[in-house]
Each structure stands twice: as C-alpha cells, then as structure tokens.
C-alpha cells in the first residue's frame, strides 16, 4: 500500500514553455500532498502543501503564479511550472501525507519528474 | 524550517565494514524519520521513531532517537554494496518534514 506515482517521469521543454507535473496517490486518499524540488547532491526542499479543494500554501521564497498547484481530487495534485526558463530544471518529487490514524506524519513519495529546460 | 544537520556528508567503506549517520536539531520533534534515496528516485522511507531514546532494528540497521528527541543515529552493520544511496533524516513538525542535507554512502565490493 501507500504508493505514489508521478507522470511525466522526465520532461525536456524549450524556454518559455509550461508543464504539467501529476501526483497520484493510488491505493489511499490523500487530503495533503507537498511539493519538492531537488538539485544535485542536495537534500529536498519543500515548495508547497497542496491541500484538496483549498488553495495550496506556499514556503518562503516560492512564487506561486510561476509554480501553480491544484489538487482537485483526493488522490490528484498537479504541479505546472508556468513559462519555465533553465533556472527552473530540477528535479521535482511530489508526496503524499498518510492517514493521521495510522501512522506518524510520514509521507509517501512519487519517484520524482526530472524536468529539463533548454 | 527546522535546521537537521546530518553528517558525515559522504560516508565510503568497504563491503563489510560499519558505518554510523548522525542527525542532530536544536529542536524537538514529534517524529523522526530515515529515507533512503536512490539516483533519480524518489526517497524511500526506512523508519520512523517517535518516543525518546527508542531503538529500532530494522534487518542490518538500527536506529535510534536521542531522549531528548532532537537527534537521531543510523547504524548499518556488515554495508554491503546495496545499501549504497542517499540516506536522509526528516523531523516532522505537525504535518510538514524538515529534511537533512543527506548523507551519500558508498559501499564497494
């Protein structure tokens, strides 16, 4: 159980262009989702909290009419990069909050999209 | 945001060997979790403690949180080249981790 997948697992885009990330939680709901972007060598930085039927909250620092997140579904929540430009290539994993019940504030990850932006 | 320091940042040992990765916080967290990230995957969760000064065992590694629940050890016994990875601490405060920088361990046969 508890697995979270991530489409498109690598994208290569020309500046300027937008792009899709989806997050899907396919064996349980999921009311909270985050996003994170990683660089090489680096440790995960969180970008936002995406909670079903609200508006996502965004960290410090992320700008949120670049990174626009919606998460219309308890097992959805996409991430689309708006005009991306070379600075914005990472790599871009995506969780999702387990049940407060059962476990401990643990989370699930996608195996992350590697997005490239020429 | 939390600050977690891990160290060492690079761990390399040989096949068989013992290795020990450290977490530390000033602050105190509800939980603690280990992950281990693999290149171009996302992180795997390992462990979660929650009480102070528990240990857990999980087949080679153990795990233990600090009393004070601001630290936290990953102790592989006997590496070997399949434990090689990114290993990576997060604190849980409320809902949200705070990541580690990671520690990249290489094990070589």
């Known amino acids: 159980g508890a697995v979270v997948s991530q489409h498109p697992s690598r994208v290569i885009c020309k500046s300027g262009t937008s792009v899709k990330i989806e997050c899907r939680s396919l064996d349980f709901q999921a009311t909270t989702m985050f996003w994170y972007r990683q660089f090489p060598k680096q440790s995960l930085m969180l970008m936002a909290t995406s909670n079903e039927g609200s508006k996502a909250t965004y960290e410090q620092g992320v700008e949120k009419d670049k990174f626009l997140i919606n998460h219309a579904s308890l097992t959805l929540s996409t991430l689309t990069v708006t005009s991306a430009h070379p600075e914005d290539s990472s790599f871009y994993i995506c969780?999702?909050?387990?049940?407060?019940?059962?476990?401990?504030?643990?989370?699930?990850f996608g195996p992350g999209t590697r997005l490239t932006v020429l | 945001t939390q600050l977690l320091e891990q160290s060492p940042q690079f761990l390399s040992i040989q096949e068989g060997e013992n290795l020990t990765v450290y977490c530390n916080s000033s602050s105190v967290f509800s939980s603690l979790q280990w992950y281990r990230q693999e290149p171009g995957e996302g992180p795997v969760l390992l462990v979660t403690v929650v009480t102070g000064g528990e240990v857990k065992k999980l087949k080679r590694l153990t795990f233990q949180f600090g009393d004070a629940r601001k630290d936290s050890s990953l102790h592989i016994t006997a590496a070997q080249p399949g434990d090689t990875g990114l290993y990576l601490c997060a604190g849980a405060d409320d809902y949200k981790l705070s990541f580690g920088a990671g520690t990249t361990v290489t094990v070589r046969a």
């Open positions: 969780s999702a909050r387990a049940p407060v019940v059962a476990y401990y504030n643990e989370q699930f």
